[in-house]
């Protein structure tokens, strides 16, 4: 990996910031945002990416970057925090949403309560909340710096667990993971949210 490739906090103003939230959370975006049309989903995440004190600000996450160009972001953060910003986050999205998110919310109570208890991760891990590597940026090694720039963190704020959960139907990253020492610990079933939880000792 190129020795220009550096980790920075990353900017309310990036481009892609928004963009690469999307990207990690998948199909869960159209729970959060309560939309399936990918114009209101890419708004609504760049409203909250701009935004502070939710699960998808700017203000918890790092950019892999070289010069002016974000190739990867990892947003990492103690499980407690995780937790606190579950209702901001929801209180931003349904301003940014109005109307529409309490049409859907009504609809899809069990779904949106589902996803808002998932246990992601315990008050003793540091925990990945989200990852993604733009697509012209992968097999340059970006993913293994960010997870250990989120090491770094989880040391610096004297964590000694590091956790990040990963869809089932996602064998590629559980992989990955696994082969830089994270290990299943446990598995999210909460309606149609099926992930395993994933744990490594830093």
């Known amino acids: 990996m190129s020795k220009s490739v550096r980790m920075e906090k990353a900017s309310p103003c990036s481009r892609v910031g928004a963009k690469l939230n999307i990207m990690a959370i998948e199909s869960m975006a159209q729970t959060i945002v309560g939309s399936d049309d990918p114009a209101i989903i890419e708004e609504t995440m760049k409203g909250l990416w701009e935004g502070k004190n939710n699960r998808f600000s700017h203000e918890f996450a790092y950019e892999a970057k070289v010069g002016n ?5 990892i947003t990492c953060y103690p499980t407690s925090v995780m937790n606190q910003l579950v209702l901001p986050t929801a209180k931003q999205i349904l301003h940014i949403r109005r109307f529409a998110m ?6 899809n109570v069990r779904t949106l309560y589902a996803m ?6 315990k008050k003793d891990e540091f925990h990945i909340g989200a990852m993604a590597i733009l697509p012209e940026s992968r097999g340059l090694g970006i993913g293994g710096m960010l997870l250990h720039y989120a090491e770094a963190r989880a040391k610096d704020c004297s964590f000694k667990k590091l956790s990040l959960t990963v869809r089932e139907n996602n064998p590629r990253a559980k992989q990955l993971y696994e082969r830089v020492g994270y ?4 598995k999210i079933d909460q309606g149609s949210f099926k992930l395993f939880r994933m744990v490594k000792a830093v």
């Open 116 to 121: 808002m208890t998932m246990e992601e991760g």
């Open 183 to 186: 290990q299943v610990v446990g």
């Open 69 to 73: 160009k974000t190739l990867g972001m």
């Open 102 to 107: 309490v049409n859907y919310a009504v609809k």
